[in-house]
């Protein structure tokens, strides 16, 4: 135990301790006075960044239960801003303003380095993608690999340009086994559907991040890849006995945690054979299961807390009080409204009247900064060289690993077409679903890439683009189009992401008969009409929604590219392609609370 650290919590005030227990959230490129008073005023620890967004709103805003505070309460200030992309911003130029904000931190007394935190899951889960960032396969397209060697040096290569840009955390490996099919939430974000493969895999991804100085955080514990509900709109319940969590959901932890795992991030979820109470804010599951039972002595941090049912049961600031008093050291308030404020007076209430003891409080501070003493961030504040905040993004490793990973992330499900390699002397036409999620929308990664490469290969290629999510008016248009016109292939994107909902134009056209070449990042079909089609006769299965998996996928397409990827999955295979080995699972109907 170190006796600086010792010294500082001596020197704090409760405030202080309070602000370390709470990582706040940052939209878009800019600091506005909103956050800099989140730093000031409520001390707070860290900050979950969202680049991509103007402003972050979540699915509950309207639903959450209100609270009742005293006349002594003065509410935190708001971020009132619009939808749209934030300002365009340059890694130099974000890497300049998180040293800002770090600034802020430092001239705290005592000074208590922020520590920056972001999600980089890969394919369409890319926080940090403007300026050429080298990007990856999904969990899932890893696991195709077959390889946690590549695992690990992908993970590397995410650590080193996240560390040069000024970010210390991120919120993966992804630890859940998505034994569920139909999960809406999880799904290709999982490494696999067996638990072996995933602890396998999630320890060389641990490992990658720690090899860079990057803080790993496995999540959602206890686990929640069995689950027919997504936990932001809903609070899903796993009700398997408990011999089954820990054959299933608990092994990767129990892995993780001997390998050396520093967090670990809990799910929104019930689990009736350990407690009927929603994890987060549970004792028995926090504290008695994973505190006591599993040994774990790092940093326990919640889900984002503006999630699903939660909130609506409690209200924002009471889950988040309940949520440390159940044994979570740190709770991510992302919400940049109201709601800030009304998280740190609640908690302060609680820790004033002693539902949270001070011990406790002095006990989830010294795992906070003890990790942040690990990583360096006392070193120099956390600031980086903002000139330096690119250099990654042209190393060779990082740029080799993208493409090595790329090939092994996409397979051929079948081609019963014989469309592969495309035969340049047909009339084709390219139905190209914009890549719109999180899309910097720069010259390196935009919605229309993939068009611009299949044009610059068939001068003759005709092209109609439409939304990444489903529009019933521009399905009919596409089909008018389609029908009033030949065509020997048609190549259709039907990629998928969770926050959209899945086009259904692709199935009509397979279904009325017309030669679909379908390319999707998905190998489950959500919802009957999103990602892997099985009715596709022809279907190309790249799982790394990114600009260096569309370049491997039009190499594939043309004959170029041999692709490598392995089915990755024990339980599912659709296309008969051959399961991997392993123990088979049962998935169970997820059932709302």
Same mark, same amino acid.
């Given at each position: 135990?170190?006796?600086?650290?010792?010294?500082?919590?001596?020197?704090?005030?409760?405030?202080?301790?309070?602000?370390?227990?709470?990582?706040?959230?940052?939209?878009?490129?800019?600091?506005?006075?909103?956050?800099?008073?989140?730093?000031?005023?409520?001390?707070?620890?860290?900050?979950?960044?969202?680049?991509?967004? @103007?402003?972050?709103?979540?699915?509950?805003?309207?639903?959450?239960?209100? *609270?009742?505070?005293?006349?002594?309460?003065?509410?935190?200030?708001?971020?009132?801003?619009?939808?749209?992309?934030?300002?365009?911003?340059?890694?130099?130029? =974000?890497?300049?303003?998180?040293?800002?904000?770090?600034?802020?931190?430092?001239?705290?007394?005592?000074?208590?380095?922020?520590?920056?935190?972001?999600?980089?899951?890969?394919?369409?889960? $890319?926080?940090?993608?403007?300026?050429?960032?080298?990007?990856?396969?999904?969990?899932?397209?890893?696991?195709?690999?077959?390889?946690?060697?590549?695992?690990?040096?992908?993970?590397?290569?995410?650590?080193?340009?996240?560390?040069?840009?000024?970010?210390?955390?991120?919120?993966?490996?992804?630890?859940?086994?998505?034994?569920?099919?139909?999960?809406?939430?999880?799904?290709?974000?999982?490494?696999?559907?067996?638990?072996?493969?995933?602890?396998?895999?999630?320890?060389?991804?641990?490992?990658?991040?720690?090899?860079?100085?990057?803080?790993?955080?496995? $999540?959602?514990?206890?686990?929640?890849?069995?689950?027919?509900?997504?936990?932001?709109?809903?609070?899903?319940?796993?009700?398997?006995?408990?011999?089954?969590?820990?054959?299933?959901?608990?092994?990767? =932890?129990?892995?993780?945690?001997?390998?050396?795992?520093?967090?670990?991030?809990?799910?929104?979820?019930?689990?009736?054979?350990?407690?009927?109470?929603?994890?987060?804010? /549970?004792?028995?599951?926090?504290?008695?299961?994973?505190?006591?039972?599993?040994?774990?002595?790092?940093?326990?941090?919640?889900? /984002?807390?503006?999630?699903?049912?939660?909130?609506?049961?409690?209200?924002?600031?009471?889950?988040?009080?309940?949520?440390?008093?159940?044994?979570?050291?740190?709770?991510?308030? $992302?919400?940049?409204?109201?709601?800030?404020?009304?998280?740190?007076?609640?908690?302060?209430?609680?820790?004033?009247?002693?539902?949270?003891?001070?011990?406790?409080?002095?006990?989830?501070?010294?795992?906070?900064?003890?990790?942040? &003493?690990? =990583?360096?961030?006392?070193?120099?504040?956390?600031?980086?060289?903002?000139?330096?905040?690119?250099?990654?993004?042209?190393?060779?490793?990082?740029? /080799?690993?993208? @493409?090595?990973?790329?090939?092994?992330?996409?397979?051929?499900?079948?081609?019963?077409?014989?469309?592969?390699?495309?035969?340049?002397?047909? @009339?084709?036409?390219?139905?190209?679903?914009?890549?719109?999620? $999180?899309?910097?929308?720069?010259?390196?990664?935009?919605?229309?890439?993939? *068009?611009?490469?299949?044009?610059? &290969?068939?001068?003759?290629? *005709?092209?109609?683009?439409?939304?990444?999510?489903?529009?019933?008016?521009?399905?009919?248009?596409?089909?008018?189009?389609?029908?009033?016109? &030949?065509?020997?292939?048609?190549?259709?994107?039907?990629?998928?992401?969770?926050?959209?909902?899945?086009?259904?134009?692709?199935?009509?056209?397979?279904?009325?008969? =017309?030669?679909?070449?379908?390319?999707?990042?998905?190998?489950?079909?959500?919802?009957?009409?999103?990602?892997?089609?099985?009715?596709?006769?022809?279907?190309?299965?790249?799982?790394?929604?990114?600009? &260096?998996?569309?370049?491997?996928?039009?190499?594939?397409?043309?004959?170029?590219?041999?692709?490598?990827? *392995?089915?990755?999955?024990?339980?599912?295979?659709?296309?008969?392609?051959?399961?991997?080995?392993?123990?088979?699972?049962?998935?169970?109907?997820?059932?709302?609370?």
């Amino acid at each position: 135990m170190s006796d600086h650290i010792d010294r500082m919590i001596a020197a704090m005030t409760f405030e202080q301790k309070i602000g370390q227990c709470v990582v706040i959230g940052m939209s878009g490129t800019r600091i506005t006075n909103d956050l800099r008073e989140a730093v000031v005023r409520y001390h707070a620890g860290g900050v979950r960044l969202s680049p991509f967004a @103007r402003i972050f709103r979540y699915f509950s805003d309207d639903k959450a239960k209100a *609270q009742e505070f005293g006349p002594g309460f003065r509410p935190s200030m708001e971020k009132m801003a619009g939808e749209g992309l934030p300002p365009h911003a340059t890694p130099a130029g =974000y890497a300049a303003t998180l040293n800002e904000l770090r600034s802020l931190a430092a001239a705290r007394s005592p000074a208590i380095p922020l520590h920056m935190v972001i999600d980089q899951e890969g394919d369409t889960s $890319k926080d940090l993608a403007r300026g050429g960032v080298a990007q990856f396969p999904s969990n899932l397209g890893l696991a195709a690999a077959r390889d946690p060697d590549l695992t690990y040096r992908v993970a590397r290569a995410v650590g080193r340009q996240l560390k040069a840009s000024g970010l210390d955390m991120i919120h993966s490996p992804v630890v859940d086994v998505n034994v569920n099919p139909d999960n809406p939430e999880i799904g290709r974000r999982a490494f696999a559907d067996d638990p072996e493969v995933v602890a396998e895999q999630a320890i060389a991804m641990m490992r990658g991040f720690q090899a860079e100085r990057v803080i790993a955080a496995a $999540k959602h514990f206890p686990g929640r890849g069995d689950s027919a509900t997504d936990a932001h709109h809903a609070c899903p319940r796993l009700d398997v006995d408990r011999a089954r969590l820990d054959a299933v959901e608990l092994l990767p =932890y129990r892995r993780l945690i001997a390998a050396g795992l520093d967090s670990v991030m809990m799910a929104h979820c019930v689990y009736p054979a350990l407690d009927d109470e929603i994890a987060t804010v /549970s004792r028995r599951i926090v504290t008695g299961l994973l505190r006591d039972e599993l040994g774990f002595e790092g940093l326990i941090t919640s889900d /984002s807390m503006t999630m699903g049912a939660l909130i609506d049961k409690f209200g924002v600031g009471e889950s988040c009080a309940r949520a440390l008093a159940a044994g979570i050291d740190v709770v991510l308030m $992302k919400a940049e409204n109201q709601w800030r404020g009304e998280t740190f007076h609640t908690i302060r209430t609680w820790v004033e009247d002693g539902r949270i003891s001070g011990a406790e409080l002095d006990a989830k501070v010294r795992r906070v900064l003890t990790l942040k &003493e690990k =990583y360096g961030l006392f070193d120099t504040m956390g600031m980086v060289d903002p000139g330096k905040a690119d250099e990654p993004y042209r190393d060779p490793v990082v740029l /080799s690993t993208a @493409r090595e990973a790329a090939r092994k992330a996409i397979l051929i499900a079948k081609d019963e077409l014989g469309a592969i390699p495309l035969d340049r002397s047909k @009339r084709m036409l390219l139905v190209n679903q914009r890549n719109e999620v $999180k899309s910097p929308n720069d010259v390196w990664d935009h919605p229309a890439l993939f *068009q611009d490469l299949m044009e610059a &290969e068939l001068p003759d290629l *005709q092209t109609y683009e439409t939304a990444f999510s489903l529009d019933h008016e521009e399905e009919k248009r596409l089909l008018a189009y389609v029908a009033g016109r &030949e065509f020997d292939l048609i190549i259709c994107t039907n990629w998928y992401d969770r926050s959209a909902k899945p086009q259904t134009y692709v199935k009509a056209l397979i279904d009325a008969g =017309y030669p679909v070449v379908l390319l999707t990042n998905d190998p489950y079909c959500a919802k009957g009409t999103g990602g892997a089609i099985p009715s596709a006769r022809t279907l190309v299965i790249d799982m790394n929604l990114s600009p &260096e998996g569309l370049r491997m996928a039009r190499d594939v397409l043309f004959g170029r590219e041999l692709p490598q990827g *392995q089915w990755p999955l024990s339980n599912f295979d659709p296309f008969r392609l051959g399961t991997r080995p392993g123990p088979r699972f049962e998935a169970r109907p997820g059932v709302p609370s």
